[in-house]
């Protein structure tokens, strides 16, 4: 039997977290290894993935296999190669090169609310995604993503909006992920059966 999300993140056993914050609901799957990053509430990211200095809304539906934030090679040096910036692995007494991370650090991404990661996509280093976005599985994203608009490919490229950007600026300016725990189950039934223009009307969006 599934274990119940509840107020505290239920992370897999096999997963690796580090330096991280997690909201309530959240879930994290198995062999997915995350590092100084965040979750808001309702949350999850599947197995097998990978992320690092990255900000995660809420309401976010991470797929397995995906890479947020990979990490780059010095390639304007004369080596790219590992030793160059995890030195202390290769010689004793040498310390990693702190400004190469701290590099990375500075480039984190940043995911909005509601947003959709496919399976496989990567998010390259300091990219934002739009409240409300959708990354097509297996896409490559090397720029940022507006809110409520779907990409795919490889690099990613927007395939469509999900609304008119009039209907999108109600959502965000409605801001439903905001809502109670207890209120998002009293709208339910109308999440599931009203069209977006009906909801947006009955709760004043």
Do not use: C
Request: glycine share 8%.
């Amino acid at each position: 039997m599934a274990k119940k999300l509840g107020l505290e993140p239920l992370i897999d056993p096999t997963a690796i977290v580090r330096d991280s914050s997690f909201g309530r609901y959240t879930e994290v799957g198995a062999r997915t290894m995350i590092a100084e990053s965040s979750f808001d509430d309702y949350s999850y990211v599947v197995n097998d993935s990978n992320i690092i200095y990255t900000t995660v809304g809420k309401f976010v539906s991470i797929a397995a296999m995906t890479r947020i934030n990979p990490g780059n090679h010095p390639i304007h040096r004369v080596t790219q190669a590992h030793f160059t910036y995890r030195a202390s692995s290769y010689f004793e007494g040498e310390e990693d090169d702190h400004a190469f991370f701290d590099w990375r650090r500075a480039h984190a991404v940043t995911i909005g609310h509601d947003v959709w990661i496919g399976h496989g996509a990567i998010i390259l280093p300091g990219r934002t995604i739009g409240n409300g976005a959708v990354v097509a599985g297996g896409a490559v994203v090397t720029k940022d993503v507006d809110p409520y608009t779907i990409v795919a490919g490889v690099p990613a490229k927007p395939v469509k909006r999900r609304f008119p950007e009039p209907i999108a600026e109600r959502i965000q300016a409605l801001g439903w992920w905001d809502w109670s725990h207890d209120r998002l189950r009293a709208a339910l039934p109308d999440i599931r059966a009203l069209d977006i223009e009906a909801f947006l009307e009955k709760y004043g969006g």
